[in-house]
């Protein structure tokens, strides 16, 4: 599940992208429940040892970021660790060159 990068489920996570006052925007939790989601039904099609998630939460460009980042991160590694995912890829926003 790519969660990285800018794309949509980012975009979610982001505190500066993610104005929604509905169930998907506000709380640290909210503004996860899309990824999880598609994680939950991935692992539902598939199975938990083969689902991976890609996150890059200090990835900074077209204005994502998230200022709660580190926090993020840490809340959706725990959650996919509950979840037996077979791998968690973290990418640094360095691979650019920048």
């Given at each position: 599940v790519h969660a990285a990068n800018g794309y949509l489920l980012q975009q979610f996570m982001a505190t500066n992208s993610n104005?929604?006052?509905?169930a998907y925007g506000g709380s640290l939790e909210n503004r996860a429940r899309l990824t999880l989601e598609a994680v939950d039904a991935a692992?539902?099609?598939i199975g938990a040892d083969r689902?991976?998630?890609?996150?890059?939460?200090?990835?900074?460009a077209h204005g994502i970021a998230d200022t709660e980042a580190e926090v993020m991160a840490l809340y959706l590694?725990?959650?996919f660790s509950r979840r037996q995912i077979?791998?968690?890829?973290?990418?640094?926003p360095d691979w650019a060159g920048g």
């Open positions: 104005l929604r006052t509905d692992i539902a099609e689902v991976g998630v890609r996150i890059s939460p200090n990835f900074v590694a725990r959650e077979a791998y968690l890829h973290i990418a640094e």
